[in-house]
Nanobody, 115 residues
Framework: QVQLVESGGGLVQAGGSLRLSCTAS????????MGWYRQAPGKQREMVAM???????NYGDSVKGRFTISRENGKNTVYLQMNSLKPEDTAVYYC?????????WGQGTQVTVSS
């Protein structure tokens, strides 16, 4: 069983920055794939950024060049640095990981960008 705890959401003006963090805990040895999804009201959940073994990364098209995902391996922690935020980035952001064939989600953290 894996537990994911997120932090760092909040309210920010357009053009501002936020940093999200997510730490995985439980009966785990080492997690390789971690990342972030988001879901805005009335929309489907979408991939924001993922980081894989060897620090390979993948970003959603709408956040490329503005968001950066990174990890702290020894602590099974992943970060999402969000710069140049836009009102359309407003959503609940969910931490995600896949471990031993199962997918786990955090409880979500709200990010609101005002215009």
């Amino acid at each position: 069983q894996v537990q994911l705890v997120e932090s760092g959401g909040g309210l920010v003006q357009a053009g501002g920055s936020l940093r999200l963090s997510c730490t995985a805990s439980g009966s785990i040895f080492s997690i390789t794939d971690m990342g972030w999804y988001r879901q805005a009201p009335g929309k489907q959940r979408e991939m924001v950024a993922m980081i894989f073994s060897g620090s390979l990364t993948n970003y959603g098209d709408s956040v490329k060049g503005r968001f950066t995902i990174s990890r702290e391996n020894g602590k099974n922690t992943v970060y999402l640095q969000m710069n140049s935020l836009k009102p359309e980035d407003t959503a609940v952001y969910y931490c995600n990981t896949r471990y031993l064939g199962y997918t786990y989600w955090g409880q979500g953290t709200q990010v609101t960008v005002s215009s």
